[in-house]
């Protein structure tokens, strides 16, 4: 038998032997498990893993699914706007008030709280809560659908294809089609959400609101610089 079938083998019969216990009564307990060693567990789990393509390395998979090198100069412009709550027109939250590099890109909050909290991320965070639980960012890229119901999607069911385009729910529709990931497409998003980032005083739509996003970033000196390294044609014009 071999280490696989043997490891699948035995987690059924402890299976068989948990329920068993469980109608013999709480103090028998299964033994079956415990002729496995962690090397052997390691081997089988590590056997499946790549039966199904798994390969640990996210980061090397990325410049292949681009299809380009990954640019440290956009990465690093996008690291600092995640953290810059010059995203947010309540001037008291970015992206990383509720997605927390500390959880995975997620949060420590069962609600998510995102306007008018009290500056702290993590389990002391306070304020008022919104409506879900932020989830984890981490491998978020190779996600062919987005949110917790899946409403922000990639037609292809490949987040790196646009050419069927990207479905949101109105205003956005399929407006955003022409990014070229979906996480592109998706960042229009929370900047664009009062409870999460704009707040409630800022008049005008979603297209209004990333108007003064825009200028905001564009009205700092470094970001322009950052940015018209990797496009020349915004040390004459405007970040857009
Ligand atoms: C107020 C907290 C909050 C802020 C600020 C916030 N998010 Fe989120 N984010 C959430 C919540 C909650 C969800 C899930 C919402 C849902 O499913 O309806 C989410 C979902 C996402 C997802 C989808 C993840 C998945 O696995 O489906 C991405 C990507 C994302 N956010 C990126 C961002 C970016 C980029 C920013 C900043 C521009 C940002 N978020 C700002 C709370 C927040």
């Known amino acids: 038998m071999s280490q696989v079938l043997f490891f699948r083998a035995a987690l059924l019969a402890s299976v068989t032997a948990a329920c068993s216990a469980d109608d013999?009564?709480?103090?028998?307990?299964?033994?079956?498990?415990?002729?496995?060693?962690?090397?052997?567990?390691d081997y089988a789990l590590g056997h499946v893993l790549t039966e199904h393509g798994?390969?640990?390395?996210?980061g090397t998979m990325l410049p292949l699914r681009l299809g380009r090198p990954v640019d440290p100069?956009?990465?690093?412009?996008?690291?600092?706007?995640?953290?810059?709550?010059?995203?947010?027109?309540?001037?008291?939250?970015?992206?990383?008030?509720?997605?927390?590099?500390?959880?995975?890109?997620?949060?420590?909050?069962?609600?998510?709280?995102?306007?008018e909290n009290n500056g702290i991320v993590g389990p002391d965070r306070a304020g008022p809560r919104n409506q879900r639980r932020t989830p984890q960012l981490l491998n978020a890229a190779y996600f062919p659908r987005l949110m917790w119901n899946s409403r922000f999607a990639a037609r292809k069911g490949d987040p790196f294809d646009r050419n069927a385009g990207y479905v949101f729910p109105d205003p956005e529709g399929t407006s955003l089609s022409y990014m070229p990931h979906l996480l592109n497409a998706q960042?229009?998003?929370?900047?664009?959400?009062?409870?999460?980032?704009?707040g409630l005083e800022f008049p005008g739509d979603n297209n209004a609101i990333r108007a003064e996003v825009v200028r905001r970033v564009n009205a700092v000196a470094d970001y322009k610089a950052r940015f018209a390294k990797?496009?020349?044609?915004?040390?004459?014009?405007?970040?857009?």
């Open 54 to 58: 798994f390969t640990g390395r996210m």
């Open 230 to 240: 990797v496009y020349p044609a915004v040390s004459k014009s405007a970040i857009t």
């Open 187 to 198: 960042a229009f998003v929370p900047p664009t959400e009062r409870v999460e980032m704009a």
């Open 73 to 115: 100069r956009l990465a690093d412009i996008g690291r600092l706007l995640f953290f810059d709550p010059l995203l947010g027109l309540n001037n008291d939250n970015s992206c990383s008030g509720c997605h927390a590099p500390q959880h995975g890109f997620g949060d420590s909050q069962s609600i998510a709280i995102g306007i």
């Open 24 to 41: 013999s009564g709480p103090t028998s307990t299964p033994t079956v498990t415990e002729a496995l060693t962690d090397a052997q567990v």
